[in-house]
């Protein structure tokens, strides 16, 4: 990879910033002060610095972010504030590669993906592979006596159906619900069908992997190597 390339994919600046750094003799690979944009860079085996720090390579970044109420899942919104907007302290570069994995209400909280591997999101978000999302509920109201069979066979209404999901009853204000869709306001619909007015909204899992329970509200993390192929399974 040449080094100019490299040092723009650890974001440390634009292309023209990065010319003007290498020629300031503040890059070196392996100890060695280099000054030619060009230069071939192992990025598996070389020891790249800048300023004597070292910078790590990585074609992909993986975060799991507990979404906040009044939050969009966008990368832009002119009239709301956007989860991105929790990404304040990661360069500004880096957060303009980077993209939500499908979406949650402005109003619902929990767990979103965010990276820039398009593989995985459209893996996650591709309506055939028919991944299930969990989500916490609570509601007000009584869901009829046969919610778990009528989840479970497909709720259908006049104008849209969706597919089998899984209900598990808390108490008679909550439960989880598991889809393996994402229709505009589902799981609010389909409580309303069984009953219940949708009071509260928490993802928390996707696929094979849960939320984090030490994650705060509002806050994010890397995701481990070892929850990416979780999530990829």
């Known amino acids: 990879m040449r080094l100019d390339k490299y040092l723009t994919s650890c974001f440390i600046g634009t292309r ?15 100890n060695k002060i280099i000054l030619q944009e060009g230069f071939n860079v192992d990025e598996l085996n070389d020891i790249v ?8 390579y990585q074609k992909y970044y993986y975060y799991v972010l507990n979404k906040p109420s009044n939050y ?15 990404f304040n302290d990661l360069p500004t570069l880096l957060i303009k590669e ?3 994995v499908g979406r949650l209400d402005k109003d619902t909280e929990g767990m979103i993906i965010v990276t820039n591997d398009g593989s995985l999101s459209h893996y996650l978000t591709s309506p055939n592979q028919k991944i299930e999302k969990t989500y ?15 989840a479970s066979n497909g709720i259908k209404t006049q104008n849209e159906s969706f597919l089998p999901a899984t209900l598990s009853i808390i108490n008679e204000h909550s439960c989880y619900l598991t889809i393996k869709e994402g229709k505009y306001h589902q799981v609010k619909k389909m409580i ?10 928490k993802r928390i899992k996707i696929n094979n992997l849960e ?3 030490d994650l705060e509200i509002g806050k994010y993390r890397h995701l481990t190597n070892e929850e990416i192929e979780i999530l990829k399974k």
Not at 16 to 30: A, C, D, G, R, Y
Not at 77 to 84: A, C, E, G, S, V
Not at 143 to 149: G, P, Q, Y
């Open 98 to 100: 980077l993209f939500p």
């Open 211 to 213: 939320l984090p329970l």
């Open 72 to 86: 969009v899942t966008s990368t832009d919104d002119p009239l709301n504030k956007t989860i991105m907007e929790l």
């Open 49 to 56: 610095k800048y300023d004597n720090k070292v910078l790590i």
């Open 16 to 30: 023209s910033e990065v010319k003007k750094i290498i020629k300031s003799k503040k890059i070196t690979v392996n």
């Open 192 to 201: 309303h069908e069984m009953g219940g007015i949708l009071t509260y909204l």
């Open 136 to 150: 916490y509920v609570e509601y007000d109201g009584i869901l009829v006596s046969n919610a778990i069979e009528l």
